[in-house]
């Protein structure tokens, strides 16, 4: 089965870049789109950005501009690179992804999560 993996959380002073990453681990695995999505103490998980395997893009409106997504060609990893960071970023970004190890039929996974705190 598909696990995804993160990595590349952490601290940051406002103004300042993160990269983090998420690959999909498993055989042969393809993901129809992935995702990051966010969660802060109190919040609810909102979808800050993801990308489908023909390319389309989609974005949280307070992001736009600032983060890009990005898919690798072999469709099983997913990288968010973020610039400009604001302290409203800070949260738990978890990596969603539509998978499968083909030829099997596609299944939603969840990422573990990776913390992200940018100070002011």
């Known amino acids: 089965q598909v696990q995804l993996v993160e990595s590349g959380g952490g601290l940051v002073q406002a103004g300042g870049s993160l990269k983090v990453s998420c690959a999909a681990s498993?055989?042969?695995?393809?993901?129809?789109?992935m995702g990051w999505y966010r969660q802060a103490p109190g919040k609810q998980r909102d979808l800050v950005a993801s990308?489908?395997?023909?390319?389309?893009?989609d974005y949280e409106d307070s992001v736009q501009g600032r983060f890009t997504i990005s898919m690798a060609n072999a469709k099983n990893t997913v990288y968010l690179q973020m610039n400009s960071l604001k302290p409203e970023d800070t949260a738990v970004y978890y990596c969603n992804a539509i998978c499968a190890e083909v030829p099997r039929f596609d299944h939603v996974y969840w990422g573990q999560g990776t913390q992200v705190t940018v100070s002011s």
């Open positions: 990308i489908t395997d023909s390319g389309r893009t």
């Open positions: 498993g055989n042969h695995v393809s993901c129809k789109t």
